[in-house]
């Protein structure tokens, strides 16, 4: 009787084991078929596989990453605050994730709670100092305060780690093009377009054109972004300041004009074309 008992056990245990395995193995299923709709851009079907994974296995190790996955699949998907609390909720299970906390990061950034992000932002240079994101984006912050010193502090360590990194190219062409260094901005901005013709960059390379007398170079650079951008308010300034250097005034105006309509500050535009 005790050898049956024995025997009960075991096949109880091997059962238990067999059906854990078929649980994991729906498990790692669902979280590839989530990842995979996430990369075909179906942000709803991947909410679902997530959230169906962490059903199925609430005490799964991989649960913190799960999680994390699904805080940025619902920040795709215009879910900030819901983002937000799944991604803490990540943080908590696993506090020394770098990848969670330039995950919530982001998602701060894009809420405009830039303090809270900067402090993800330093707990993850605490855990890893080799991670570039975190100079970048104090950088950045600096740069808009207006914080010159501690701008170029930041971004001497991003360069020092990466110096041929996409985010050390647009700091420095960012520091250049603020602090009028038109020379040295230039070169940037050109190596950002060769990489990617986005409308910000065709801009700052114009204004560093404009400010060397290059109007012809300027001029194609504003035609260039506005193909892509029909309504940007910095390339409609752009092409106000050179219609004023070309003395069309009555361009120039309506060119102010539209830039101010599409959102540039007043105060700028003033100041630039008067």
Known sequence: MKRLIIIIAILGAVL?????????????????????????????????????????????????????????????????????ATLSHAHKISPASVTILLN??????????????????????RLDSTVTKPYFFRGMVSLNKNDLPEAMKQFDVLNRLDPEGYESKVAMAQLYLVTQQWDKALPYFSALLREEEAPEYFSGRAWCYL????????????????????????????RAYLNKLRYRSADSLRDAEIAVKNGADPERVRRLLH
């Open 16 to 84: 238990t084991a067999r059906a854990d395995k078929a649980e994991e193995t729906i498990y790692m299923r669902m979280v590839s078929d989530a990842l995979d709709a996430a990369k075909k851009g179906d942000f709803e079907q991947a909410e679902r596989y997530f959230t169906d994974a962490l059903n199925l296995q609430p005490s799964n190790p991989m649960n913190s990453m799960v999680f994390s996955n699904l805080g940025m699949v619902r920040y795709y998907m215009g879910k900030d605050s819901l983002a937000l």
């Open 104 to 125: 919530r990061a982001k998602v701060l950034t894009s809420m405009n709670r830039i303090d809270e992000a900067v402090a993800d932002y330093d707990m993850v240079t």
């Open 211 to 238: 400010n060397r007398g290059d109007l012809a170079e300027a001029s194609d650079d504003i035609g260039r972004g506005l193909e892509l951008a029909p309504d940007d308010a910095e390339l409609f300034l752009c």
